[in-house]
């Protein structure tokens, strides 16, 4: 059966880029596979995180989850700290991780940048990242273009441990998303829509409210010539819009091209606000039952069992095929 692994860290307020890049994309493959989706906790303490914050987001990821439409009867939603056996394969796969490669990881570089001092996790989290994927047997793997390279590692790894010891790990495929995978600032759209941005009118989180959406949108750059044109080389900031309109709608881009020619932005800007109002609406609403419920709790506690028991399976194999005593 195939097979997904994925998650969203807890590390901030979720943005719709986090929709766009994530959980749009969870609900739909959540009918052709066989998914976990989990809540990376332990990656989040790889930089300092108030305790009661972390504690907080990692209920708001799960709840999320469900608030968007991953259903629990379908899919595997869970906490990653829940299910030990991460860490212990997760250091498995620090054995067979070389440093070189560590080092050569482009988001280490980002995130350590300019900084003091920086947690070994931090160096070595692409091993616990690998250990994810392999632990639940994963056959694909959704993917943005700032997780390729990450995908890449645990393909590599899998494939050395294989061959060192005996077949124990599949080698996962990536799932590359076209439309709404990396979706950038509405100030900027060179960078990508982040929380950390200090320009508020940048991001727009998925519990801003209704008129905070609108007035967001009305405000996001655009260019001179007033013409509604998917064309990232020449009107990236158009283009990022028009691709979160076919996010939030589900129309392809080339509907969205026909619907707005010769309209210019203002409409266009109106209409897009009013899709990413219509569908969040009910996220939110739905989010504020689940948040602080036993529905959520319940849902977390079963889907860690049913996690540890996909997990334990290869763990043992794992150990097995290293030399380990097991019983």
């Known amino acids: 059966m195939k097979r997904v692994l994925s998650g969203i860290k807890p590390s901030g307020e979720l943005n719709i880029g986090g929709y766009g890049g994530a959980l749009h994309q969870f609900i739909t493959i959540q009918h052709d596979f066989e998914c976990f989706f989990f809540v990376p906790d332990l990656h989040a303490v790889t930089v300092p995180q108030d305790p009661k914050e972390l504690f907080q987001r990692s209920k708001e990821i799960a709840a999320f989850y469900i608030a968007a439409g991953v259903d629990p009867n379908k899919a595997t939603i869970f906490i990653q700290s829940h299910v030990p056996a991460h860490v212990e394969l997760g250091w498995i796969m620090e054995t067979q991780t070389h440093f070189g490669e560590l080092s050569r ?158 309209q210019g932005y203002g409409t266009f800007k109106k209409d897009l606000a009013e899709v990413v109002v219509n569908k969040l609406v009910p996220i939110q609403e739905r989010y504020r039952e689940i948040i602080d419920s036993d529905e959520l709790i319940r849902i977390l506690k079963e889907g860690a069992v049913k996690a540890a028991e996909a997990a334990h399976s290869t763990l043992l194999r794992a150990k097995m095929a290293m030399g380990f005593v097991t019983f």
Not at 136 to 150: C, I, M, R, S
């Open 105 to 262: 990881m482009t988001q280490f570089k980002e995130k350590s940048e300019g900084k003091d001092s920086v947690s070994s996790a931090l160096f070595t989290y692409p091993a616990l990242m690998a250990a994810d994927i392999l632990l639940y047997q994963a056959t694909h793997v959704p993917v943005g273009e700032d997780q390729k390279q990450h995908l890449e590692m645990t393909r590599d790894l899998a494939m050395r441990f294989n061959s060192r010891f005996e077949p124990t790990f599949t080698v996962p495929e990536p799932i590359i998303q076209s439309i709404g995978s990396r979706i950038m600032g509405l100030d900027d759209p060179t960078k990508k829509m982040s929380k950390s941005n200090p320009n508020r009118n940048s991001y727009v989180l998925l519990l801003d409210s209704p008129d905070d959406i609108r007035k967001k949108l009305s405000k996001a750059v655009t260019d001179s010539d007033m013409n509604v044109r998917y064309d990232w080389d020449n009107k990236p900031a158009v283009s990022n819009l028009i691709e979160i309109y076919a996010v939030f709608s589900g129309d392809s881009i080339a509907t969205i091209g026909r619907r707005y020619e010769g």
